[in-house]
C-alpha cells in the first residue's frame, strides 16, 4: 500500500524527513476500529528512518488521487 505525504511537519524541532505531495510505501498499518482518524502508517521517510505517521501527515493514495479529482471537478 502507498501513502502520499500532505503535510510536513516539525517534531521536537527536527523536520519529519517527508516530502509534501510525494508517494511512500507503507511498512505496517496499525488500525482503528473506532476513528480512521487515529490510523497510523510505519514508512521510511527520506532519510532512510523508519517511522510511525498518522493521517495528519499522510493519507492513502486513492484518497489523495480523489481528492485531487475532487479539486479539478472531475
Known amino acids: 500500500m502507498k501513502v ?3 503535510k510536513s511537519m516539525y517534531k521536537n524541532g527536527l523536520k519529519n ?3 509534501k505531495g510525494k508517494a511512500y510505501e507503507v511498512i505496517e ?3 482503528r476500529n473506532t476513528n480512521k482518524f ?3 502508517y510505519k514508512i ?3 532519510g532512510g528512518w523508519a517511522a510511525w505517521y498518522n ?3 499522510v493519507i492513502p493514495l486513492e484518497e489523495w488521487r480523489s481528492k485531487q479529482l475532487n479539486e479539478l471537478g472531475i
Open 38 to 40: 487515529n490510523d497510523r
Open 4 to 6: 502520499v505525504c500532505i
Open 29 to 31: 498499518i496499525r488500525m
Open 55 to 57: 493521517r495528519e501527515t
Open 44 to 46: 521510511i521517510d527520506d
Open 17 to 19: 524527513g517527508l516530502k
